[in-house]
C-alpha cells in the first residue's frame, strides 16, 4: 500500500516537541528561564485535527512546563513529558485508546525518535531530521522543524480522509 493510501488508515498523531513543533533552538534568558518558539500554522493544524476527531499525542524528552501549556490550549490531553522511555509512553498511548500500530502516525527528529519511528505506522519527519532518522522516515516534510512540518503531515492525513475544508470560524 501507498504512503497516501496508508493516511487514511491513521487515527492517531503523535509528535516530538524540540525539532518538530519548534526548530531546535533554545533561547537561554539572563534569568536562567529558557524560551522556544513554535508556528501558527503548527497548531491551527492540531486544533483542526482534534476537531475532525484525529486523537494527537505529544512524547518528549523535554520538561518545560510552558510547552506542556501552548499544548492544553490547542486541546492536547495526552502529553508526555520528560519521557525517559519514549517506546514505553509510546505504547501506553496506543494501548490507552485500542489502536494497532499501523493507526498511527509519529513524527520525530533525532535519535530518540527513531525507535518509535521503527513500530508506527507511518513514521514521518521534517527535512532537517538527522540522516538516522530520515534513513528509516516513510516520509520526509520538505518543512523544516518549527517552520510547519507538523501542519504538513496533519493537513495530508486529513485531506486523505476527506476531511481538510475551510473553517471560517475556527482561529488560535
Known amino acids: 500500500m501507498s504512503y497516501k493510501e496508508r493516511l487514511k488508515d491513521i487515527k492517531a ?4 516537541v524540540d525539532g518538530v513543533f519548534t526548530d531546535g533552538t533554545i ?12 508556528n501558527v ?29 501552548r499544548m492544553q490550549y490547542l486541546g492536547v490531553t495526552d502529553i508526555y513529558m520528560k519521557s525517559p522511555n519514549k517506546v514505553e509512553d509510546y505504547e501506553d498511548f496506543r494501548d490507552k485508546y485500542g489502536l494497532e500500530d499501523r493507526e498511527i502516525l509519529f513524527m520525530g527528529d533525532d535519535v530518540p525518535d527513531k525507535y518509535v519511528m521503527q513500530k508506527v505506522g507511518i513514521a514521518a519527519c521534517p527535512v532537517n531530521a538527522v540522516p538516522e532518522v530520515k534513513e528509516i ?11 510547519g512540518c507538523v501542519r504538513d503531515v496533519v493537513e495530508q492525513v486529513l485531506k486523505a480522509k476527506g476531511l481538510w475544508t475551510e473553517d471560517h470560524t475556527q482561529s488560535i
Do not use: C, W
Open 41 to 69: 500554522l503548527d497548531g491551527y493544524a492540531i486544533v483542526k485535527a482534534i476537531k475532525e476527531g484525529i486523537i494527537i499525542g505529544i512524547i518528549t524528552g523535554g520538561n518545560d512546563p510552558m510547552v506542556k501549556n
Open 137 to 147: 522516515a516513510d516520509y520526509i516534510s520538505n518543512i523544516h522543524g518549527g517552520k
Open 13 to 16: 498523531l503523535v509528535f516530538d
Open 27 to 38: 533561547l537561554l534568558q539572563p534569568d536562567g528561564s529558557m524560551s522556544r518558539t513554535m
